[in-house]
């Protein structure tokens, strides 16, 4: 029994979410919540080939990262310990986009935007209306699930909860007009609302409250969320560091069978965890250092610093889980979600959005982006113009390609002519290419080999180590990851539409 629902424990408090939504004012207290919605079975589903499953993202790390670093240093953790039992797929894609929000999506619903409707984490939604509207006006607005929904940004843990006066807001079939929660904007289910209605346990950990969105569509896919804020933190190596720790600490206590806290005896089966240090380190901490290429990366001093502290850390935490009697009954999956770009920085170039914006000529919604960029347009029967227009000034705004229209659809999104979450237009810039005018030497989003050659290794003490040039996707560890624990891959949304595989060569079953 769960005597609350959707907790969300962030730093160091720990707040319950509300399932009834708040009726009153904007920005109204949140009711209490109920109690006793959700019964779990009193078994513990046991036909798994694991007990846990635990998947970690060292975000921003491309498999050639990994593949060099392991050259430099033969004695390391992920040389002499991982690759020595680790099944290696050298031929891994993230999903796209690879913002980490879909690439997220990606990984825990088994589904493609198409599916999920999350295209980025802030977007168009020509389904809801705007923040604070009480949905009086146009209906269409921006859904904005970055650090900007959180009740205090500069706050550790986001203030606790989510700010409703800054979500969007829907009709409710029965005429009422609220603010949503991230969770609500998720169209599909996810593996943890699977892994919780089989009795199991589960956590996962990010960077922003927002990630509660894995909670799913039932609100109740996590039995713990931990989300501190990765905005709070300082632009320096120590401060993401010191976040870091946060989550490894998290990790340790949870993954020996307690609460992120470290109190109570529980055990978790299903745990997600993302890094940021080396995501931060690519993009303003340096970045890689000249002559760098995909091919073959050149560190800069934060990124190797980065590596060096995942390497240290990664032993620590495999003692840890021997010394909890759990290493043998784990299956480690160490990856990222997505890559990072350029990695060859002499191909840097930042392109401002507005010039992006003003060339399409014609009235834009809304636009997101970094090494690509997503256009919501007021008309979509503009995409054709926008299109023409945006491809007359490719040379002068590094544009690669346009998608407009029906190509969205063609390409593998939704259409967005029917489906209310799909761009107008994607906007394919050429490699080094970031539509911002920050001062940032990296950022993801897009499908170049830059965003999508991450690295997956499957990892336990008893696996024979192999490496396997076949081409999978992230989007295959949904089901993975519920094969793992003997879950059935069928009460899975994404699973039953598009049926994305789980991953061969792992000796679990794909039924
Ligand atoms: C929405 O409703 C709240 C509370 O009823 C009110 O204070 C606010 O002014 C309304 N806003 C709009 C845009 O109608
Ligand atoms: C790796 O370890 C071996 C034996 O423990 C040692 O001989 C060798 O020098 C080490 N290599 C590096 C690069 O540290
Ligand atoms: C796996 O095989 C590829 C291709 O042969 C090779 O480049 C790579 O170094 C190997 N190891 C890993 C960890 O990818
Ligand atoms: C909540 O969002 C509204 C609208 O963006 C903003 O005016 C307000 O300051 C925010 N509140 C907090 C506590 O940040
Ligand atoms: C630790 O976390 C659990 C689960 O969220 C909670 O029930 C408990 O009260 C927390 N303990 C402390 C000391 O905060
Ligand atoms: C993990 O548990 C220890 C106590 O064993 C506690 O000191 C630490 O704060 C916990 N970690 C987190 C992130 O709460
Ligand atoms: C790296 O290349 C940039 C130009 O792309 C140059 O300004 C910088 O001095 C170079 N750095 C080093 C250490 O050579
Ligand atoms: C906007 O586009 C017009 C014509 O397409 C061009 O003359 C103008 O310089 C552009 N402005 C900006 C800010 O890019
Ligand atoms: C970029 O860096 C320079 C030098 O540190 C700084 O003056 C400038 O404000 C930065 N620009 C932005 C947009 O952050």
Request: aromatic content about 10%.
């Amino acid at each position: 029994m769960y005597t609350h629902l959707l907790s969300l424990a962030l730093a160091t408090t720990v707040v319950a979410f509300p399932t009834v939504k708040p009726q009153g004012p904007i920005g109204g207290s949140n009711p209490a919540p109920l109690s006793g919605l959700w019964t779990s079975p009193s078994h513990v589903y046991s036909n798994g080939q694991y007990k846990q499953v635990v998947y970690i993202s060292f975000d921003g790390m491309h498999r050639s990262d990994l593949v060099k670093y392991v050259e430099m240093f033969p004695n390391s953790t992920w040389a002499s310990i991982i690759l020595k039992n680790g099944v290696v797929f050298n031929n891994a894609k993230a999903s796209t986009p690879s913002d980490s929000f879909p690439a997220t999506t990606a990984l825990f619903t088994g589904a493609s935007p198409r599916l999920t409707g999350i295209y980025w984490d802030d977007t168009w939604a020509r389904d809801l209306y705007p923040a604070s509207s009480n949905c009086t006006g146009p209906i269409g607005a921006e859904a904005d699930w970055s650090v900007a929904s959180d009740l205090d940004a500069t706050s550790i843990t986001g203030g606790g909860g989510f700010n409703l006066s800054a979500v969007p807001m829907r009709l409710t079939s029965w005429g009422a007009c609220e603010p949503i929660f991230p969770h609500d904007y998720l169209r599909t289910n996810t593996i943890f609302e699977v892994a919780r209605g089989n009795g199991l346990n589960t956590a996962y950990l990010d960077k922003h409250p927002t990630y509660e969105f894995l909670n799913g569509p039932s609100g109740l896919g996590l039995t713990q969320g931990y989300f501190p804020e990765i905005g709070s933190e300082a632009a320096n190596m120590a401060a993401q560091w010191e976040w870091e720790d946060l989550h490894w600490s998290a990790l340790a206590n949870i993954t020996a069978g307690h609460y992120v806290n470290g109190t109570g005896s529980v055990d978790f089966s299903l745990i997600g965890v993302n890094f940021q240090a080396l995501t931060w380190a690519q993009s303003n901490g340096g970045g890689y250092a000249n002559g760098s290429t995909l091919a073959n990366p050149v560190f800069g001093s934060n990124i190797l610093a980065a590596l060096e502290r995942y390497d240290a850390k990664l032993k620590i935490f495999l003692d840890q889980l021997q010394a909890a009697g759990k290493l043998d009954s784990t299956l480690l999956i160490l990856s990222s979600k997505q890559g990072q770009s350029p990695v060859d920085e002499s191909t840097l170039k930042h392109i401002s959005s507005d010039a992006l914006l003003n060339a399409t000529g014609v009235e834009v919604s809304f636009f997101t982006g970094d090494d690509a960029g997503l256009l919501w347009l007021a008309h979509g029967s503009d995409a054709a113009t926008a299109k023409a227009n945006l491809l007359a000034n490719a040379e002068s705004l590094n544009i690669e390609s346009v998608l407009a229209g029906d190509e969205i659809w063609e390409y593998g999104f939704g259409n967005p002519r029917k489906d209310p979450r799909a761009p107008d237009v994607a906007v394919i810039a050429k490699d080094g290419t970031l539509f911002s005018t920050n001062n940032q030497t990296g950022n993801h989003g897009a499908w170049l080999p830059d965003d999508l050659e991450v690295p997956l290794v499957f990892y336990n003490p008893t696996l024979t180590a192999a490496n396997h040039s076949l081409q999978v996707q992230t989007r295959q560890l949904a089901a993975t990851m519920l094969s793992a624990l003997g879950l059935p891959l069928a009460q899975l949304d994404g699973w039953r539409e598009e049926g994305s595989p789980v991953i061969p060569f792992l000796g679990l079953a794909n039924n």
